[in-house]
């Protein structure tokens, strides 16, 4: 993988090299400049003058323009010092955006020439360093999501500490690897505590990743810079769970949706913001948008709040979505406009979703791939209809297994996953899941099995998915009842 992506540690280091010499150079000449321009006033002016005579002139004017070149040096020693850290944390985007040419001109005219040059050859060493390129293989890709884990740190108490125990993680989410295509609904399922939410939490960046990488349109975004992610988060949206908690309740709807127009400067006067926050209402079905922009969200259903929701998102042109589980908290009479509102947009505006789910079902209809995560891990993944019609994997089966079907004729399948999820502090060895498995023998203790493609399409982490795949099968076509082994 280290080779497939090119680090700013593997660009030609010359440039970094010769800018960092500039830099450090002019930071000492403005830093030497500001202390003499500073001390030239003070020292001039502490010799007495008569008052009103043609030196006392001269010395005020003196004393005034060398005040003023000390500021100026000032503040191209703090801009020479912003640039030389940027440049320690390989910001390159972002020394340019200093524009050290502008303040390297401005300072060569009237404070310090020498500083300003040094700035200028600085600029142009920076300017000759090539950005670091897309990483292979990103093409048609929105987001790639590399071996990411994140651990929660579990403090001891003194009595651990005392005790001499060694330190422990949540193993929240556990070298998780997908990738969402353009215009793809992708789905992540599983139980409470399986680690959905806190993958859409590090695509975010809302939680920093503990190893691995999150690629958005082939650029790494798990170490981007807080003002690079200033500029990438209009792009990745969010829809949250609950509609009733993600809103203001003292905020109109219009304040609501333009809300985010405002704070990433993405209007350019009112009457645009005014439209393109009814476009977005248009968008999500809320029409005509003009009798919602000024209610608040108590006017609001549960669905008309969840596509204010969306349409909060929407009015940025996002190009992907995160939604958690996004009509999980909605009536089911309403759960089917907000998905054909996700369905619409995919379509109109070829806006890609990754979204969290618990609910089986709606996946099949809505998702096209389909991740199914245990314990902090992907175990099976492929197209949403095949895994949750052929579950290969013993809890996608259990899984199914438990969605209620409101037929009594249809075919009742019961696999049971035995006991509760067990804690992910401690998780357990080889399989995560074969102490609720039906199907585990001795070497799903010890050997972890590794997330492999079976089938095309179709990947599975399982010793056993053949068998397991075969007994659902059988089940389904017998109608009988499967219980788990003991
Ligand atoms: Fe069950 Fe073993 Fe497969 Fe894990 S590897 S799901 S324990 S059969």
């Not at 020394?95 to 142009?124: C, H, Q, Y």
Request: overall charge positive.
């Amino acid at each position: 993988m280290k080779d497939l992506i090119a680090t700013h540690e593997e660009l030609p280091p010359r440039g970094y090299r010769m800018a960092g010499v500039y830099i450090t150079l002019a930071m000492i000449l403005a830093l030497v400049t500001t202390i003499v321009w500073l001390a030239i006033p003070l020292f001039v002016l502490s010799f007495p003058v008569l008052a009103g005579t043609f030196f006392e002139w001269v010395y005020l004017k003196l004393g005034v323009y060398t005040l003023v070149l000390a500021l100026i040096s000032a503040i191209v020693l703090r801009r020479t010092f912003l640039m030389r850290r940027a440049l320690n944390r390989r910001e390159i985007f972002s020394l340019k955006e200093l524009n050290s040419a502008f303040w390297g001109a401005f300072a060569l005219v009237l404070a310090n020439p020498i500083t300003g040059f040094l700035m200028l050859l600085a600029r142009d060493s920076i300017s000759r360093i090539s950005p670091p390129p897309l990483r292979a293989g990103s093409e048609g890709k929105i987001l790639i999501v590399d071996h990411l884990t994140k651990l929660f740190p579990v403090r001891r108490t003194f009595a651990q500490s005392f005790r001499g125990e060694a330190d422990t993680n949540v193993h929240a989410v556990d070298d998780v690897s997908f990738e969402v295509g353009k215009a793809q609904i992708y789905g992540l399922a599983g139980e409470s505590g399986s680690g959905k939410t806190t993958v859409l939490r590090t695509v975010l960046r809302l939680t920093p990743p503990t190893s691995g990488s999150i690629y958005f349109e082939g650029k790494e975004i798990s170490t981007a810079t807080r003002r690079e992610m200033k500029k990438i988060r209009p792009r990745i949206q969010v829809v949250f769970q609950d509609p009733y908690e993600s809103m203001n309740p003292r905020m109109t709807t219009y304040e609501i949706v333009s809300e985010g127009l405002s704070v990433n400067n993405l209007a350019t006067s009112t009457k645009d913001s005014h439209e393109k926050v009814l476009k977005a209402l248009r968008d999500v079905q809320l029409t005509p948008p003009e009798e919602y922009i000024d209610r608040y969200p108590h006017e609001l259903s549960g669905g008309q709040r969840q596509r204010v929701a969306i349409a909060r998102a929407l009015v940025l042109e996002p190009d992907l979505i995160l939604a958690d589980e996004p009509v999980s908290m909605l009536d089911v009479s309403v759960r089917a406009e907000v998905i054909s509102v996700l369905l619409s947009i995919r379509e109109k505006r070829g806006i890609a979703v990754l979204m969290v789910t618990h609910d089986l079902a709606l996946s099949k209809d809505v998702v096209d791939q389909l991740g199914i995560m245990y314990l902090g891990k992907i175990v099976e993944v492929g197209a949403a209809e095949k895994v949750v019609g052929n579950p290969f994997h013993p809890y996608t089966q259990a899984l199914i297994a438990a969605v209620p079907v409101p037929d009594p004729t249809a075919p009742k399948i019961r696999v049971l996953a035995r006991g509760e999820i067990p804690t992910n502090i401690s998780p357990p060895s080889g399989c995560r899941f074969h102490p609720r498995c039906s199907f585990a023998k001795a070497i799903c203790s010890e050997v972890e099995p590794p997330l492999a493609e079976v089938r095309p399409g179709r990947k599975v982490a399982c010793h056993f998915w053949e068998e397991a795949e075969n007994a659902f099968l059988k089940d389904v076509k017998s109608r009988g009842v499967m219980e788990p082994a003991n």
